[in-house]
């Protein structure tokens, strides 16, 4: 079976998809939990499907640091190394060398960075990023970009953009073709409309198989994000896949959908569930505040997961006060559950031409 995308429906911007692979189906708007270290922080393989997630994510960068390419494709890859039948998508390690390392050095060949383990110096280059994720065998394979920090200085902007660009070039030349394997290229150009307009034209040009919004959720206010979203939205190739990178609060996810755009990644209900914060249909919940003591009511009780059905907010306000690894396991398992269960009501919404009043429901609830 080769992977596709067939674009199902629209409401207004909103659009419904179906990636097909064979690995499984892949309904969009999709929401993919981050598997940073080949695992979904706190949870089980079974805990994510139990989750009705389609789709997980993990870092090519984390993943060349620990436990190195050769343990994982020795097996023959993700897929095999964590248990995991669900497809994978592998990004391409451009923005933790950005956050992460150490220090770096660019230039035209790649980046030489540090290890932020253990100081180590390494380098990565397009065509070293897309051989490792075809040996780590993942599904969709993102192209090697220069992730800039936020800026207004739009000459940097411009050249780390065309540094991407030209990288973008040599990850497609390298990744060859693959009928069971997409690959997408990543707009960059900060939050300057030109630039993100020129570096999509010169994607597009190349060719992938999808286009991802790279270089957001560094700084810039969720306005200043959605505007660059505006400006690409009616530009974005239609028959393929639009992917907002590293984005993902409850209030992004209905904006970013409501301008187009069709796949998510984010680490916030990972790492919010460690930290004692879930989130849920009427808004956030901290339950490291003393107020849930007295709250014997649960999470969401028509969510289908055990996490937010069956432990009540005074039990977990005891978990995660007490600092129980328990307490990370279930607000996780319940955040992932809120997050597919969200994904799952846009979809809905958008079948039925009612997203825009979906939206007008929920955006300001979700977005505090």
Same mark, same amino acid.
């Given at each position: 079976?080769?992977?596709?995308?067939?674009?199902?429906?629209?409401?207004?911007?909103?659009?419904?998809?179906?990636?097909?692979?064979?690995?499984?189906?892949?309904?969009?708007?999709?929401?993919?939990?981050?598997?940073?270290l080949?695992?979904?922080?706190?949870?089980?393989?079974?805990?994510?499907?139990?989750?009705?997630?389609e789709?997980?994510?993990?870092?090519?960068?984390?993943?060349?640091?620990?436990?190195?390419?050769?343990?994982?494709?020795?097996?023959?890859g993700?897929?095999?190394?964590?248990?995991?039948?669900?497809?994978?998508?592998?990004?391409?390690?451009? *923005?933790?060398?950005?956050?992460?390392?150490?220090?770096?050095?660019?230039?035209?060949?790649?980046?030489?960075?540090?290890?932020?383990?253990?100081?180590?110096?390494?380098?990565?280059?397009?065509?070293?990023?897309?051989?490792?994720?075809?040996?780590?065998?993942?599904?969709i394979v993102?192209?090697?970009?220069?992730?800039?920090?936020?800026?207004?200085?739009?000459?940097?902007?411009?050249?780390?953009?065309?540094?991407?660009?030209?990288?973008?070039?040599?990850?497609?030349?390298?990744?060859?073709?693959?009928?069971?394997?997409f690959?997408?290229?990543?707009?960059?150009?900060?939050? *300057?409309?030109?630039?993100?307009?020129?570096?999509?034209?010169?994607?597009?040009?190349?060719?992938?198989?999808?286009?991802?919004?790279?270089?957001?959720?560094?700084?810039?206010?969720?306005?200043?994000?959605?505007?660059?979203?505006?400006?690409?939205?009616?530009?974005?190739?239609?028959?393929?896949?639009?992917?907002?990178?590293?984005?993902?609060?409850?209030?992004?996810?209905?904006?970013?959908?409501?301008?187009?755009?069709?796949?998510?990644d984010?680490?916030?209900?990972?790492?919010?569930?460690?930290?004692?914060?879930?989130?849920?249909?009427?808004?956030k919940?901290?339950?490291?505040?003393?107020?849930?003591?007295?709250?014997?009511?649960?999470?969401?009780?028509?969510?289908?997961?055990?996490?937010?059905?069956?432990?009540?907010k005074?039990?977990?306000?005891?978990?995660?006060?007490?600092?129980?690894?328990?307490?990370s396991?279930?607000?996780?398992?319940?955040?992932?559950?809120?997050?597919?269960?969200?994904?799952?009501?846009?979809?809905?919404h958008?079948?039925?031409?009612?997203?825009?009043?979906?939206?007008?429901?929920?955006?300001?609830?979700?977005?505090?």
């Amino acid at each position: 079976m080769n992977i596709s995308f067939e674009l199902l429906s629209e409401d207004n911007n909103a659009r419904l998809g179906l990636i097909k692979t064979p690995r499984g189906n892949i309904h969009t708007p999709a929401f993919m939990p981050v598997g940073t270290l080949a695992t979904v922080k706190a949870l089980t393989i079974d805990q994510v499907l139990q989750t009705k997630s389609e789709i997980i994510l993990c870092n090519t960068y984390h993943l060349l640091l620990r436990p190195g390419v050769e343990r994982i494709s020795r097996v023959g890859g993700l897929h095999k190394f964590m248990n995991c039948k669900l497809p994978i998508l592998t990004d391409s390690g451009g *923005f933790q060398v950005m956050s992460l390392s150490k220090s770096r050095k660019i230039c035209e060949e790649g980046v030489v960075f540090n290890s932020h383990i253990d100081g180590k110096k390494i380098f990565l280059s397009p065509e070293i990023s897309i051989d490792v994720q075809k040996n780590l065998n993942s599904d969709i394979v993102m192209v090697f970009d220069e992730c800039p920090k936020y800026s207004r200085d739009k000459y940097e902007i411009k050249k780390s953009m065309d540094l991407s660009i030209r990288w973008a070039s040599r990850s497609k030349k390298v990744f060859g073709k693959h009928n069971n394997k997409f690959l997408f290229g990543i707009v960059q150009g900060g939050i *300057f409309d030109d630039l993100r307009l020129d570096c999509l034209k010169k994607l597009k040009d190349i060719s992938f198989d999808g286009y991802a919004i790279g270089g957001l959720a560094v700084g810039e206010s969720q306005i200043e994000m959605f505007n660059t979203i505006d400006c690409l939205k009616d530009e974005l190739p239609i028959e393929k896949p639009h992917y907002l990178m590293g984005t993902g609060t409850p209030g992004d996810i209905l904006g970013a959908v409501y301008r187009g755009i069709d796949m998510f990644d984010c680490v916030l209900p990972t790492r919010s569930g460690r930290t004692g914060l879930a989130y849920t249909w009427k808004g956030k919940v901290n339950l490291r505040n003393s107020r849930y003591m007295k709250d014997d009511d649960p999470l969401e009780p028509g969510l289908n997961c055990p996490a937010s059905k069956l432990y009540s907010k005074n039990y977990l306000n005891h978990l995660v006060n007490c600092n129980e690894i328990l307490a990370s396991n279930l607000i996780t398992w319940h955040n992932i559950a809120f997050y597919q269960d969200l994904m799952e009501k846009i979809r809905y919404h958008i079948s039925n031409k009612t997203f825009k009043n979906f939206y007008d429901k929920y955006f300001s609830i979700l977005n505090e």
